[in-house]
């Protein structure tokens, strides 16, 4: 992988890593409290869990995340604004991620 592409990655981990302190400090309310609980975040932490490995999956493995990614779009796209910006901005770097890694990969 070029130098470009190494730091390119190194930033969007460090930014993925820094984001889950910004949704803690931001209350739930209402029916997005009771929406949050359900199987959309277990899914969403397993996904982005997974951008740490990211080199190291096949290509098979980084379409399947990318899938997911596009799954849980719409379902977060229905809580509040303030979740739904910090969440969606989230998946969208872990998204971004895997199109990266994948890319390269194709490209070799």
């Known amino acids: 992988m070029d130098r470009p592409g190494i730091i390119f990655l190194l930033l969007v981990t460090a930014v993925i890593v820094a984001l889950p302190q910004l ?3 931001t209350p ?3 029916a997005a409290a009771a929406f949050a609980q ?3 975040k277990s899914e969403f932490e397993d996904v982005c869990s997974k951008t740490q490995d990211a080199m ?3 290509k098979e493995e980084l379409n399947e995340l990318v899938a997911r990614c596009d799954k849980l779009k719409p379902l977060i796209e229905k809580l509040d604004e303030s979740q739904r910006k910090v969440y969606l901005k989230r998946l969208q ?3 971004n991620l895997f199109v990266f ?3 390269s990969k194709e490209a070799q």
């Open 23 to 25: 949704a803690e400090k």
């Open 28 to 30: 739930f309310t209402g």
């Open 38 to 40: 359900g199987d959309w």
């Open 56 to 58: 190291t999956f096949s």
């Open 93 to 95: 770097l872990c998204r």
């Open 101 to 103: 890694v994948l890319g």
